[in-house]
């Protein structure tokens, strides 16, 4: 027993270090084009003021069009007030976008969390990253993940829900099976690993073609940003 613990506590930092990375990755990937469009700016300026000497409006119509299509891509969509969730929860939005999912996101955070920005990272890229794998099962239309984040009292609520193929999921064992390979079965142990650790609560439910996951974590040592 002491040596499978063993073997799935590898598996596990294996994957959060992978987890790790590729937020990494993601966020530095959105910085750098926010940086590289800065570093544009100048020479936008410089076309629509040639364009204006000309009295050219349709021109600069057309081209401000264009500059409000590259921005959109690397736009900050949420800012919940906490820098770490807004960089997880961006780069995944821009991920799922990507990936012709459409994301409704409300998420409110006005206090400093006593939660390790290591454990929110976990939670909130294994949420998003099943329901987008989930969502990708759908046609395009129908893809919907929902995500709302705010407190209530001093917990920290999380609330993700997406829409899944072939209507109501099946428990194996009293969880939720994941039908996306062991990497993400260990992430949602990981999660709920977390939740335990931190004294939260954690939900999931399938219903109506839905899946819904919802957690509550303590934030007591939390205080007003």
Request: proline residues 3%.
């Amino acid at each position: 027993m002491g040596l499978f613990s063993k073997r799935i506590d590898a598996q596990v930092a294996s994957y959060q270090q992978e987890l790790l990375e590729t937020h990494y990755r993601e966020v530095d990937n959105m910085y750098r084009q926010i940086r590289g469009w800065r570093h544009d700016y100048r020479n936008h300026i410089q076309v629509m003021k040639a364009y204006a000497a000309e009295g050219d409006l349709d021109a600069i119509r057309r081209y401000l069009d264009e500059l409000d299509t590259d921005l959109n891509t690397v736009d900050t969509v949420i800012k919940t007030g906490n820098p770490m969730t807004d960089a997880i929860l961006n780069s995944k939005i821009s991920l799922a976008k990507s990936r012709g999912i459409t994301v409704r996101a409300d998420a409110y955070i006005p206090v400093r969390l006593g939660i390790p920005e290591l454990d929110l990272c976990c939670i909130i890229g294994n949420l998003l990253d099943n329901a987008i794998e989930a969502s990708q099962a759908l046609p395009e239309d129908e893809r919907v993940i929902r995500v709302y984040m705010d407190m209530k009292g001093t917990q920290l609520y999380i609330s993700v829900t997406n829409f899944t193929a072939g209507g109501k999921m099946k428990k194996t064992g009293g969880r939720f099976a994941s039908t996306k390979g062991r990497d993400h079965g260990l992430g949602l142990v990981r999660v709920d690993a977390i939740v335990e650790r931190l004294g939260g609560y954690l939900s999931r439910n399938s219903e109506d073609g839905a899946f819904t996951t919802e957690i509550l974590l303590p934030t007591d040592n939390s205080s007003p940003a």
